[in-house]
């Protein structure tokens, strides 16, 4: 990271922000992806970047991916690829995005590799699932992100069930208007409770993304009743301690782990997640400036 140009403030956030990043290099990833499948976890590699609109940026993102699927394979991992569709394209038109996605997934799926596209804010939601849909049909091992603050994920999770879809169910990073999005805690909590009811019920193969003690133990209450095929998947460097005791207990878990140079968006939305986060960045940047 080209930390001799930053602010000081970009300073004191990096400090906080290397526990969620691997780290700058495609070899970080690797190394924390191994560290990852040591501790009894399945590895989903992100790279970090979004809302590319210039083709040669776009094209050198599916040339990284297309490395580190091949990475992936030689290194043994065991996991998968995350991907933004504005990181391959989806900021300059579907076509785009679906064509680049079509490559990595072709290339994942020969390494034995579950590809997930990631869900960004609410104006790119019809083009995703509109992609997702496209690509589903012809490959199998692909997942798909729905958000909880969203008022729309009812319905949309209502149409990935009827097609099989293999589903993430997330609270939503993104802020969003309260015409779209219930804005309160207590509303998006509800929701994803109210969502993975459905999800037990009439779904399989899905992922319970969230590091919300609440939110886990109750989908191990679930799971007692439906009998699913399902894993939690948390971020890198957040509730490190839980982890190890959900797979004991013998569930599935996968860690998301994003590496590279384009830390910052990434960071501020983990940054802005949780206050005593931001306190910590109050605190650090006081410090820094008394040295
Ligand atoms: C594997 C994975 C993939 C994701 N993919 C997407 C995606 O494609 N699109 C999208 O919009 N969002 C995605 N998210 C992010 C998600 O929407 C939430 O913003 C994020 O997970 C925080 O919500 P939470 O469920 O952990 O609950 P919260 O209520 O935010 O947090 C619950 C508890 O977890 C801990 N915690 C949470 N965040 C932090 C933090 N930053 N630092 C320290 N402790 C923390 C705290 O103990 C907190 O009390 C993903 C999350 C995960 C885990």
Redesign the pocket.
């Known amino acids: 990271m080209k930390r001799q140009e930053s602010t000081l403030i970009e300073k004191v956030l990096f400090k906080i922000a290397r526990q ?1 990043i691997a780290g700058d290099t495609m070899e970080d990833a690797l190394e924390s992806a191994r560290q990852a499948n040591a501790h009894g976890m399945n590895a ?1 590699l992100n790279k970090l970047g979004e809302h590319m609109t210039s083709k040669a940026q776009v094209d050198q993102t599916v040339s990284d991916y297309l490395t580190l699927v091949s990475n992936l394979r030689r290194s043994k991992i065991t996991g998968g690829l ?1 991907i ?1 569709p504005t990181q391959v394209g989806l900021a300059i038109s579907t076509i785009e995005c679906t064509s680049n996605l079509d490559v990595i997934i072709e290339k994942a799926l020969q390494s034995q590799s579950f590809v ?6 609410s104006e790119y939601t019809d083009a995703t699932f509109e992609i997702y849909q496209n690509l589903f049909e012809k490959y199998e091992r692909l997942g798909i ?1 729905i ?3 969203l008022k729309r994920t009812g319905n949309d999770l209502d149409m990935l069930l009827k097609k099989g879809a293999k589903i ?1 169910l ?5 802020h969003e208007n309260s015409e779209n999005a219930y804005r309160t ?1 207590h509303a ?2 509800e929701n ?1 409770i109210k969502l993975m009811n459905v999800l037990f019920k009439q779904g399989n193969e899905f ?1 319970i ?5 609440k ?1 886990i133990d109750t989908a191990i209450e679930l799971a007692k009743k439906h009998e699913r095929k399902f894993e939690f ?3 890198k ?3 490190d301690e839980i982890k190890p005791i959900l797979v004991k207990s013998g569930f599935a878990v ?3 782990i994003p590496y590279g140079t384009n830390w910052l968006p990434y960071s501020i ?6 206050k ?2 931001i306190l910590l960045l109050g605190s650090s940047f006081i410090h820094a400036h008394r040295v």
Request: no cysteine.
């Open positions: 969620w989903i995350s933004k997930w596209i990631d869900m960004e804010s992100v958000q909880a603050n993430r997330v609270k939503g990073a993104y805690r998006v909590d994803y992922a993304a969230t590091h919300d003690s939110i998947q948390m971020l460097g957040i509730r996968s860690e998301y939305r983990r940054l802005k997640e949780r005593r986060n």
